[in-house]
């Protein structure tokens, strides 16, 4: 009883930092060794050493970086699982989601909800806005969770690519451009803001899965947090370090590191202004009624009949 009714959260996963600089060579690699046709998806998943297997990057997020080559296609496809990406790098690159088709811009954040046909695309050199690189962005889904409801499909489409049309971000609900956050980081007063990714009507962008975007300026520090949803930080911009529980991780650009449930975390910024972007899963969390934060009035978690 005391292992299923435990006095504290007892989450499995720890705070761990995967280097981009370190990782890239490899994904890469990968790319040129493994074809389109022989993998729907060319990805490098960010497995937690707590858990040591996939889907794990935390105990309900799984994070994983991706790579797409010039005049590729990641094949059309749908699923259950919620997707949302970070574009990191890379000209030319686009994805469709059912039916509309957008161009991936290096800090843009692109979702891809449920039961949604989709596929992923590269221009190459030659093609209006394609060169030789490819293109690498940041995927964080919920599949976690289907380890736990075993009810997860994926189907292929019967083509490479499903019908799209090409459309700008404003007609799109499913981009969100940096430059508007960025804006929006700006506005925000003080040496610490945070933005969330919401969509038009104000909801969050996913029912598993919410994202934000944080500012830091110059040797500033971010509120320290403890609560029960668990994220997935990636660098935008800068340099500095995180203590996550009894753990400190240095990061730098690029870098992306993992924040397991309760532990208390807090971000400083080095001697430039750092920008960061966290997605995580305090909308499922909250829709289930297992949020709690540390410092709250512990009665106002509780469900009133």
Do not use: C
């Not at 060319?42 to 994070?63: E, F, I, K, Q, S």
């Not at 394609?130 to 976690?144: A, F, S």
């Not at 500095?240 to 208390?264: N, Y």
């Amino acid at each position: 009883m005391a292992r299923l009714n435990p006095a504290l959260p007892n989450p499995s996963t720890v705070p761990f930092l995967w280097s981009y600089s370190a990782i890239r060579p490899y994904l890469v690699h990968a790319g040129n060794l493994v074809r389109e046709e022989q993998a729907e998806r060319r990805v490098l998943m960010l497995v937690n050493p707590g858990r040591n297997a996939a889907p794990y990057t935390t105990d309900t997020l799984y994070a994983g970086l991706q790579l797409v080559m010039p005049r590729e296609t990641a094949p059309a496809h749908r699923h259950s699982a919620f997707a949302v990406r970070f574009i990191i790098e890379g000209q030319g690159g686009f994805t469709a989601v059912h039916g509309r088709r957008v161009a991936m811009k290096p800090r843009d954040v692109l979702v891809t909800p449920p039961w949604n046909w989709h596929d992923h695309g590269k221009k190459g050199a030659g093609e209006q806005g394609g060169d030789d690189e490819p293109v690498i962005w940041l995927d964080g889904l919920d599949l976690p969770e289907f380890v736990h409801f075993p009810v997860h499909f994926n189907v292929h489409y019967d083509q490479a690519r499903y019908p799209a049309e090409d459309v700008g971000v404003d007609d799109s609900p499913i981009v969100f451009p940096w430059e508007q956050v960025e804006e929006r980081l700006a506005a925000e007063p003080g040496p610490w803001a945070a933005v969330p990714y919401l969509r038009k009507n104000g909801a969050e962008i996913g029912r598993t899965i919410g994202a934000l975007a944080e500012r830091l300026d110059a040797n500033a520090s971010s509120p320290a947090i403890q609560e029960t949803a668990s994220s997935v930080y990636h660098i935008i911009e800068g340099t500095g370090h995180s203590v996550i529980g009894e753990t400190t991780l240095h990061w730098k650009k690029g870098d992306t590191f993992a924040v397991p449930a309760w532990h208390k975390y807090q971000h400083f910024a080095g001697g430039e202004q750092v920008y960061l972007y966290r997605f995580h899963d305090k909308p499922m969390l909250k829709a289930l009624g297992f949020y709690r934060v540390e410092g709250a009035d512990v009665e106002s978690f509780a469900d009133v009949w």
